[in-house]
T-cell receptor, first 114, second 116 residues
Framework: EAQVTQNPRYLITVTGKKLTVTCSQN?????MSWYRQDPGLGLRQIYYSMNVEVTDKGDVPEGYKVSRKEKRNFPLILESPSPNQTSLYFCASSETWGAKNIQYFGAGTRLSVL | DAKTTQPNSMESNEEEPVHLPCNHSTISGTDYIHWYRQLPSQGPEYVIHGLTSNVNNRMASLAIAEDRKSSTLILHRATLRDAAVYYCILRDDYLISSGSARQLTFGSGTQLTVLP
């Protein structure tokens, strides 16, 4: 089954404790991205990757890092989480970044930073 | 990407058709019209997309106005499981190839409530 898998689904952590949210897709997609969703602000892109070793900033990249060492994985790293990073995070992938392409989303990771 | 306008909310009765409108008066000739939906506590899910002609798939139909300044997502028989926020999004290959807009720009969408 084609899917985008995020882990963990829920995470509570404390300020400053480094964490990684993993994202994996099994569709051999070139394009992957991370979004955060906050009430009243909608979905905003954090980072995206057009292929292995190619990443770029989205609209809200501050406080986040990503890497794309393999095609299937695109982890989101919070080196020093802060309470304003409490949010619902979604990973997405698509075959390429073309306008016709369908994006597939993970089920989400709900992060609370205390 | 060009802007879209959708009603904040709509209601429908179960097993009746639902027509979700989207206005995109500044659409360009190369903009694709995409619809996604987000069910409660889930990630966004692709529904349908089109360029100029009406489109049908197993989930829904997309009716595109002749001048392309508006479109309508049609759910033929709404079920309780169709209660979600529906997003109408425009995507342009030109902008994407020029380095901008390499993302889906989600607006506020339409909250669809399905009444039993």
């Amino acid at each position: 089954e084609a899917q985008v898998t995020q882990n963990p689904r829920y995470l509570i952590t404390v300020t400053g404790k480094k964490l990684t949210v993993t994202c994996s897709q099994n569709m051999n997609h070139e394009y992957m991205s991370w979004y955060r969703q906050d009430p009243g602000l909608g979905l905003r892109q954090i980072y995206y990757s057009m292929n292995v070793e190619v990443t770029d900033k989205g609209d809200v990249p501050e406080g986040y890092k990503v890497s794309r060492k393999e095609k299937r994985n695109f982890p989101l790293i919070l080196e020093s989480p802060s309470p304003n990073q409490t949010s619902l995070y979604f990973c997405a992938s698509s075959e390429t970044w073309g306008a016709k392409n369908i994006q597939y989303f993970g089920a989400g990771t709900r992060l609370s930073v205390l | 990407d060009a802007k879209t306008t959708q009603p904040n909310s709509m209601e429908s009765n179960e097993e009746e058709p639902v027509h979700l409108p989207c206005n995109h008066s500044t659409i360009s000739g190369t903009d694709y019209i995409h619809w996604y939906r987000q069910l409660p506590s889930q990630g966004p899910e692709y529904v349908i997309h089109g360029l100029t002609s009406n489109v049908n798939n197993r989930m829904a139909s997309l009716a595109i106005a002749e001048d392309r300044k508006s479109s309508t997502l049609i759910l033929h028989r709404a079920t309780l499981r169709d209660a979600a926020v529906y997003y109408c999004i425009l995507r342009d290959d030109y902008l994407i190839s020029s380095g901008s807009a390499r993302q889906l720009t989600f607006g506020s969408g339409t909250q669809l409530t399905v009444l039993p």
